[in-house]
């Protein structure tokens, strides 16, 4: 596997059958050459080299864009701004709230999203239970927050009645499918092939039952 983050990232966008522009492909490294930057003061990720981030959390984050629903989507437990950043940069006509409550986090989201000029995205430091929006969000997704019954707990005020949650796993969560709470459907589970990662991924949609 070549090393070179701008072809690896390239490759793997055409793997994925998405059409990103060569100008959004730029900001997509830009982002990763910050995250690295950040990353040796603030100890955002484990992982370290540029040309893995591209793998690991461009493309795994890119695989999901298909399956978005709505126009406004929020990015709970942000962390870095995994899966939200990169989504924003490649969905510009939706709106993207990246939510964390770790103080270190926030800041690199904050410094990211301006160094990034990325205007279809906001930053709020809080935590997910006690965040009380004036609109709710047609897509809150998660990629490495909680179990599935603790996120819907926490979070089902702030979905829309048509909304969905998307949770990002990676082997598929039989006990957290069957945990699922009374009112909540599994609508979809998406298998999803991320180019240039040997691991299981799956996204699994959850929706408020018709009853």
């Not at 522009?21 to 484990?46: C, G, I, M, S």
């Not at 298998?191 to 691991?199: C, E, H, Q």
Request: proline fraction near 6%; charge should be negative.
């Amino acid at each position: 596997m070549t090393e070179d983050p701008a072809r690896l990232l390239a490759e793997g966008i055409e793997a994925l059958e998405l059409d990103i522009p060569a100008e959004v492909q730029a900001k997509l490294l830009d982002y990763v050459a910050l995250l690295a930057k950040w990353n040796r003061a603030y100890n955002l990720t484990a992982v370290r080299k540029p040309a893995q981030m591209v793998v690991r959390h461009l493309l795994d984050s890119l695989a999901v864009l298909p399956y978005l629903h709505g126009e406004r989507v929020l990015d709970v437990g942000s962390g870095a701004g995994l899966p939200g950043i990169p989504l924003a940069l490649v969905s510009p006509r939706r709106h993207f709230t990246l939510l964390d409550s770790n103080g270190k986090k926030a800041r690199f989201l904050v410094q990211a999203v301006a160094a990034l000029r990325l205007d279809n995205a906001d930053v709020v430091q809080c935590r997910v239970a006690d965040f009380h929006p004036d609109e709710r969000y047609s897509s809150i997704v998660s990629r490495a927050f909680s179990g599935m019954a603790e996120l819907i707990d926490q979070a089902a005020h702030l979905l829309a009645p048509d909304g969905r949650f998307l949770f990002m796993k990676g082997v598929y969560p039989e006990a957290e499918v069957a945990a699922l709470p009374a009112g909540w459907v599994l609508e979809a589970v998406h298998r999803l092939a991320v180019p240039g990662l040997d691991a299981e991924r799956h996204l699994l949609v959850v929706r408020a039952s018709a009853d």
